[in-house]
């Protein structure tokens, strides 16, 4: 790191355009970017009194004197804790591939995103980085799934996804809540799958990688010449999603007054954009997540209470990944599946010990950390199926903790679970009561059978009145 704390960045690339964007987003991060035309001049660069002090590299994939794995290797030779981020063009992922079985430590997709560049950015200066599988990737594997082919057998998460299903029909607004990583955008894309508004656009927004001063701009729009630097009109994501679905993630990070406009598209159905005379009427569904207990916003005053009951007419929570562990080796065959369909990679199986071991780690990132330690492995792996020996991160991480934590009996420590994922014993280690398990028993089948109560009573062996009759002795909602 440089002298005044500043992070440094080298850019490896000829083009002036690409120098000027990439310096630009990385100083809004706070990073200082210096830059190399070609291979040679990167690895004379690393000599240097700047080159000392890199906190990243990133590689233009089309480095005119060296094939990018090559210059990888030479990088990695000479400084090889320095972390290495590759462009590739649009899906190009079999580059990807290659530069990361060269040592690259991540990967983002052209046009690049301003958000996945800084996360990628601000993943390799993370305290105590972690290694390996344990890092976080910065492009996910896209492929949007029906509800029908969302994987997750817990009875919190199949209860999600039965309020996700019924409220797809709908055109009220969602609220998802849930930690990141947990699948939140991949419930949001089912919800949309399933709506009446399949055939048209779904529109993302992070608001929280949107500068503040940016996000009405973004959102509703702005004419030509409403403010410095206007030099062209500007549609909206709200425009651009008319008629479809607009998913607002992260929407805890929105500022307050573009709350305030984002209520009244809400209450009327109407945008202006920034610099227009009149509105204009807008149909689009809103479905908005946050990682944040957006009540606890609310009630912070960092949230407006009127939008919060806007966007909470239907409101459902997705559990972590920790609190849903017997659906690891199912999830972790799923995404083996989907990771086995890009370019440059294969089908590979999973050992029992693997599962075991990855049961066994904590997923702070959730599903999605799960994914980026699956494609890792599955970059690197020569043999037909992934061991532990893939996993050498997870296996030092998880020694680490056994070594530093308490020995504690095992019933307190990691509840039973039987393969449904019905937890059968209290934290203390005590069996739960029989009505708290009926009721899990009773929603795990809601959500497995979409809400069908004619086919959970068939398949539950009990009569409809019977099953409504329980549903009432145990608070449990149809929707459940």
Not at 99 to 120: F, W
Not at 152 to 165: D, E, K, M
Not at 280 to 301: F, M, Q, W, Y
Not at 422 to 446: C, K, P, S, Y
Request: proline content about 6%; overall charge neutral; hydrophobic content about 45%.
């Amino acid at each position: 790191m440089t002298r005044d704390g500043v992070p440094m960045l080298m850019l490896i690339d000829d083009e002036p355009a690409q120098r000027r964007l990439v310096s630009a987003l990385g100083a809004r991060a706070g990073w200082r970017t210096i830059f190399a035309a070609d291979g040679e001049t990167a690895i004379a660069t690393l000599g240097t009194q700047d080159g000392m002090q890199l906190d990243a590299v990133i590689l233009d994939q089309w480095s005119p004197d060296y094939e990018p794995s090559g210059l990888i290797r030479e990088i990695r030779a000479r400084r090889p804790a320095l972390p290495i981020l590759i462009l590739t063009a649009h899906n190009n992922v079999a580059v990807a591939v290659e530069a990361m079985r060269a040592g690259a430590t991540d990967y983002l997709s052209k046009p690049i995103a301003p958000e996945r560049l800084l996360a990628a950015l601000n993943a390799t200066l993370a305290e105590g980085a972690a290694a390996g599988e344990l890092r976080p990737l910065t492009e996910k594997i896209t492929a949007p799934l029906s509800f029908e082919d969302v994987v997750g057998s817990a009875p919190q998460f199949r209860a999600a996804l039965a309020i996700a299903a019924k409220a797809a029909r709908a055109r009220v607004p969602v609220l998802i809540e849930g930690e990141s990583g947990v699948g939140k955008d991949v419930i949001a894309r089912a919800i949309h799958a399933a709506s009446p508004r399949h055939k048209q656009a779904m529109v993302t927004v992070n608001c929280g990688a949107i500068p503040a001063n940016l996000v009405e701009s973004e959102l509703f729009g702005h004419e030509r010449g409403a403010f410095t630097g206007a030099f062209d009109r500007h549609v909206g994501k709200f425009a651009s999603a008319d008629m479809g679905t607009i998913f607002l993630d992260e929407v805890s990070e929105m500022p307050l007054d573009a709350q305030v406009k984002l209520l009244r598209v809400l209450q009327d159905g109407e945008v202006q954009p920034i610099g227009a005379r009149r509105p204009s009427h807008v149909d689009v569904r809103v479905i908005a997540a946050t990682n944040k207990r957006l009540i606890e916003e609310v009630e912070a005053g960092r949230f407006r209470e009127d939008l919060y009951y806007r966007l909470n007419v239907v409101q459902l929570t997705v559990p972590p990944l920790r609190e849903r562990m017997g659906d690891i080796p199912a999830l972790s065959r799923h995404l083996l599946a989907r990771i086995a369909t890009q370019p440059g990679l294969r089908g590979l199986g999973v050992t029992d010990d693997a599962l075991a071991l990855l049961m066994q780690h904590g997923w702070p990132g959730n599903v999605r950390q799960l994914q980026n330690a699956l494609f890792r492995a599955a970059v690197l792996c020569e043999g037909d199926a992934l061991t532990p020996q893939d996993f050498p991160q997870i296996a030092a991480h998880i020694q680490a903790s056994a070594s530093v934590l308490p020995m504690r009996p095992r019933a307190a420590s990691q509840p039973h679970r039987d393969g449904a994922g019905i937890t059968l014993f209290e934290g203390d280690g005590h069996v739960r009561q029989l009505a708290e398990i009926e009721a899990d028993v009773i929603r795990l089948a809601i959500g497995h059978y979409r809400g069908r109560m004619t086919e959970v009573a068939r398949r539950l062996g009990i009569g409809r009145s019977t099953l409504y009759r329980k549903l009432a002795e145990l608070g449990i909602d149809s929707a459940a």
